[in-house]
């Protein structure tokens, strides 16, 4: 009788192992937690900002950036919609704030690459109202106080009832923000509102 019961038992335990097992193995998935395929990347940081100072010690720029990717072996970040909030040399004119919807940035930080829908813009400014530069691919040197577009660019002021006061449509443009000087290349088209005109 004791060897029926022991065999029992131990049917029992075997029956219960096997289903623990098979529990197990059809869902260990769901309990797993998930693992993204990371295309190679090194390391991804969410919610990312940066400062860059210049040499002088004084800030140059703020980056922020919802996503940031490291990519093994790269000597760049890759950033995900990024809005760098450049500073002027004087403390009283108004920081440029640029946006995209992709950029790079060195691991120095000392150059930053944009693309996609890139938008500068600045509030106004003494005489001088809201300005605004639209392109789809920009280099921004914040240390060198350069921007360049490597592609079609438009610049533009606004009034104050926002209507443009003028615009200026080029091949290419290089703004050297720290020397106060544009430089616009290829053919460059420009409109003024009536009795803005020079």
Request: net charge negative; charged share 30%.
């Amino acid at each position: 009788m004791g060897s029926a019961r022991t065999y029992r038992i131990g049917l029992a335990v075997t029956g219960l192992a096997l289903l623990a097992w098979l529990i197990w193995h059809n869902l260990s998935g769901e309990f797993r937690p998930l693992v993204e395929a990371s295309g190679g990347e090194a390391q991804r940081i969410d919610a990312a900002r940066s400062w860059q100072y210049d040499e002088a010690g004084q800030l140059a720029y703020r980056l922020d950036s919802p996503q940031v990717v490291d990519r093994e072996g790269r000597d760049r970040y890759r950033l995900d919609s990024p809005v760098a909030r450049i500073i002027d040399t004087d403390r009283d004119t108004p920081p440029w704030q640029v946006s995209a919807n992709i950029g790079w940035i060195e691991r120095t930080g000392g150059t930053v690459d944009l693309e996609g829908d890139v938008l500068a813009q600045r509030a106004p400014h003494e005489m001088t109202g809201r300005l605004e530069m639209r392109t789809e691919a920009m280099q921004v040197r914040p240390n060198d106080r350069r921007a360049q577009s490597s592609a079609p660019a438009t610049l533009l002021e606004r009034q104050a009832d926002g209507e443009p006061r003028w615009t200026s449509d080029s091949e290419r443009l290089t703004l050297d923000w720290g020397g106060e000087r544009l430089t616009q290349t290829g053919t460059v088209r420009d409109v003024y509102r009536t009795g803005d005109a020079p």
